[in-house]
Nanobody
Framework: QVQLVESGGGSVQAGGSLRLSCASFGDTYSIYCMAWFRRAPGKVREGVARISSDGSTTYADSVKGRFTISQDNAKNTLYLQMNSLKPEDTAMYYC????????????????WGQGTQVTVSS
């Protein structure tokens, strides 16, 4: 079992930055993939960024060049640095983890956090 706890959300103006954190607890030693997803009001949950255990990263086209995913294995913490934020980035952001796959499919991930809200005003 793995527990994920997100933090770092908030309200910013367009062009601003935020850093989200996701602390992992429990059986974290064999996690293969961690990812950030988001769900905007009225929309489905979508993948934002993911990182596998070998350090490979993948980003959604909408955030490439603006967001950076990273992890501190010593602290069991995943990060999402978000720069040049846009109003369309407004959403609830979730971190997710899985032991075996690294995809954009929501159903891939066995573990999810409760989410942290990001609101970007124009």
């Amino acid at each position: 079992q793995v527990q994920l706890v997100e933090s770092g959300g908030g309200s910013v103006q367009a062009g601003g930055s935020l850093r989200l954190s996701c602390a992992s607890f429990g059986d974290t030693y064999s996690i293969y993939c961690m990812a950030w997803f988001r769900r905007a009001p009225g929309k489905v949950r979508e993948g934002v960024a993911r990182i596998s255990s070998d350090g490979s990263t993948t980003y959604a086209d909408s955030v490439k060049g603006r967001f950076t995913i990273s992890q501190d294995n010593a602290k069991n913490t995943l990060y999402l640095q978000m720069n040049s934020l846009k109003p369309e980035d407004t959403a609830m952001y979730y971190c997710a983890a899985d032991y075996s796959l690294c995809t954009w499919r929501v159903s891939t991930y066995a573990y999810w956090g409760q989410g942290t809200q990001v609101t970007v005003s124009s």
